[in-house]
């Protein structure tokens, strides 16, 4: 995952958006009734999960705080793509990936935890959800990409 985003990065858009799994900790957080939010934009966490309700294609956000990135350094290495102990993987992935996207793109990766449901899940009755699409053109309509905060 990093290096797409490192050549979406270089592109220099005003935005990007993925769409993953980072492990299946999100799931064991929020079931598969939600997918994970991890984004650079903290300011937008509003209007990101409301997308999600809206769209009937739930997201949480979860936090990205910087001193997260203690638990990602390493002796041997540059960094730590998650730690030994697995506690907040799903936050430590994030906080890796977004060492590759610079700060003046907005960044939001989802977390596909919800891409499949037994049962279904909101206005989809199959397995298979599709999960991003209609929270994505929400997303989009409610003014995503949120503005590059001022360093």
């Known amino acids: ?9 270089d592109k220099k858009p005003r935005a990007i958006i993925d769409y993953a799994t980072l492990t299946g900790a999100c799931i064991n957080a929020l079931t598969e009734r939600y997918s994970g939010a991890f984004t650079n934009r903290p300011e937008a966490r509003s209007m990101i999960e409301s997308a999600g309700v809206s769209s009937g294609e739930r997201v949480w956000c979860f936090p990205m705080d910087i001193d997260y990135d203690t638990e990602l350094e390493s002796t041997v290495a540059d960094v730590l793509q998650c730690s030994a102990d697995a506690k907040g993987d799903h936050i430590l992935a994030a906080r890796f990936l977004s060492r590759f996207v610079p700060n003046a793109i907005s960044w939001l990766h ?24 209609r929270f994505t053109l929400d997303l989009l309509r409610r003014g995503w990409p949120a503005p590059a905060v001022a360093q």
């Open 110 to 133: 989802l977390d596909l935890a919800a891409g499949t449901r037994h049962g279904g899940l909101a206005h989809i009755a199959t397995e298979v959800t599709g999960f991003g699409v």
């Open 1 to 9: 995952m990093a290096r797409p985003l490192c050549l979406a990065a």
